[in-house]
């Protein structure tokens, strides 16, 4: 799906997403073989950083620092692990965008699903950029703040000690290739493909809306008799049987992709709300335009744009789905015979229930709970800073 595609150009390249050419021969064995590799470098620095995390709680600060690293790598994990485990799943929804009835069958139905694939592509390209230069330059900051002084920049466990050179860049490379060559393009690609994903539902409902609505104004200019006419309720039948279908496979589409990726919104919320507030506990604790501070501030800035971004797609389908309802009333549905008006009742009624994206019960993916999800940031950090003991 071409909306979804530099997504899923990065997952091929993390290894998560076998191209059609590597599905046997050598090809197969390869990317099998580079598959075990990421995902040995990214678990094992995660398990790395949970004994570091583990033994540094004698100190704020420190189990400040050591968590921001922890929660960000241990949520690039279940990232990698969603889309892995539920790959078949998910080509199951895309296989579904692309045929009957639910793909563009004129230039007119094609024109209102580009409009939201523009959306999306103008979105992914716009949030691959911030997190591409985000990335780079926590990079750079970090080469700064650890290469001059020859310290590990994480200062992780490791089940050896290290003191030559050639363990320092060992230690050194995993950590910089597992956070910024490998959870964070991860990362990257996740935060891009599921709201794209989301934001397909509005490609959907807006595509169904203007199918009713061009149909209902060709039948406007049909004559009563013609729309009397037994071949004309035979047609008005097979023609809302398909746009009943439609709608049903748009709410299946959208509850199976909440089944997919509620386990990790609830893991991206809960580890958000701590990652921003330890985050800013630390940029507090360091001189303004440091390299520490720019490093933290670069990293806040990709956490606040990957939620929002998730949280405005919620909104958006959200929204859409209401709407729906009254886009339909506003058609020329009385034209309908009496059995077609029941039949679009169905549709209408099923519409008075948003489609929401919802973790637990509890969590809904929307900008309202984007707002709260700062808010509650903000008090975890006074809370923080003020039984942190003075020095």
Known sequence: MSALDSSISIFKYLGMWRPESCFSGWKSHLYNIYLAF???????????ELVTLAMSFDNVSNAASKCTTFFAI?????????????????LELIKILTSDPLNGQDPGEKEALERIHRKIRFRTKLFIWVKTLGLFA???????ISIPQKVVWMNIWVPFHFATDTQYVIIMTLEIFGHYFTAGPAAMAYDTFV???????????????????MRLKTLESHSPSVRQDSNENYTQVKMIAGWLQHHLL???????LNAIFVPLICLQYSSSVILLCVNVYAMVEVPVLSAKFIRSLMYNTMLFSQIFLLCLAGTEVMDDSIYFSRSIYNTHWYLLNQRSKKSMNIMMTRSLEPIKFTSIGIIETSLESFLRLVKISYSAYNCLQRFTPNE
């Open 195 to 213: 709201p794209g994903m989301m934001m397909q539902i509005s490609a959907q409902l807006q595509l169904l809306q203007y199918r009713i609505y």
């Open 38 to 48: 990421i995902v040995s470098i990214v678990f094992s620095l995660t398990f790395f």
């Open 138 to 144: 926590m990079l750079t900051m970090t080469l700064v």
């Open 74 to 90: 241990f949520t690039a994990c279940g990232k990698i692990l969603t889309i892995f485990i539920n790959r078949a799943r998910i």
């Open 250 to 256: 748009i709410y299946q589409y959208a509850a199976e």
